[in-house]
């Protein structure tokens, strides 16, 4: 195990309710939580408290509707890389990461490609200009794949507890 890396943390039945109840609502008051669960404040706070000093809840953020904000086009995209080194990758990965357009970015593999990024933006002549201003100019970006987002059926940030003991 690297020296950086937990090990894995023991989660019991209670952790985990609670895990369920901060992915549902994160804005959750203790006061909240602990009825939630059926713990008093204080032993529910140290438990939340636990589960961050194990990296196991490892942010509280809030979720913005983005039509709302007039970000209305979803696109995923499929990279190529034209070598496969890491300086290559680490490289592309800082550029990228410099870009809120860029909601995920993945490292993956059975694709014709090597990453693949979810970008959000207003429109398609905002696209594309991200596209042909940015991507397109990280160096060792030999190909592009766009597709684009239809309709969300299912969007969830929730991670799945059920095959947690």
């Not at 990228?96 to 490292?107: A, F, K, R, T």
């Not at 207003?122 to 201003?133: A, G, K, T």
């Not at 397109?136 to 592009?144: D, H, L, N």
């Not at 684009?148 to 059926?153: A, E, G, M, Y």
């Given at each position: ?29 203790n006061q909240q939580l ?132």
């Amino acid at each position: 195990m690297p020296e950086n890396e937990k090990p894995l943390a023991r989660i019991d039945r209670t952790d985990r309710k609670i895990l369920e109840q901060l992915q549902a609502d994160g804005s959750l008051t203790n006061q909240q939580l602990a009825e939630r669960v059926g713990l008093s404040p204080s032993p529910c706070l140290r438990r939340v408290r636990a589960l961050e000093d194990a990296g196991i809840i490892v942010r509280s953020v809030t979720i913005l509707d983005h039509k709302k904000l007039g970000l209305s086009l979803t696109a995923i995209i499929l990279i190529g890389m034209d070598r496969h080194t890491p300086e290559r990758f680490s490289a592309f990965e800082e550029q990228i990461g410099q870009h809120p357009e860029v909601q995920e970015c993945y490292l993956i593999t059975g694709q014709n490609a090597d990453y693949m990024l979810k970008v959000v933006v207003p429109d398609m002549d905002s696209y594309h200009q991200f596209l042909l201003n940015y991507v397109t100019r990280i160096p060792g970006v030999s190909g592009v794949h766009s597709s684009f987002v239809l309709r969300r059926v299912i969007d969830s940030t929730a991670l799945p507890l059920d095959y947690l003991s």
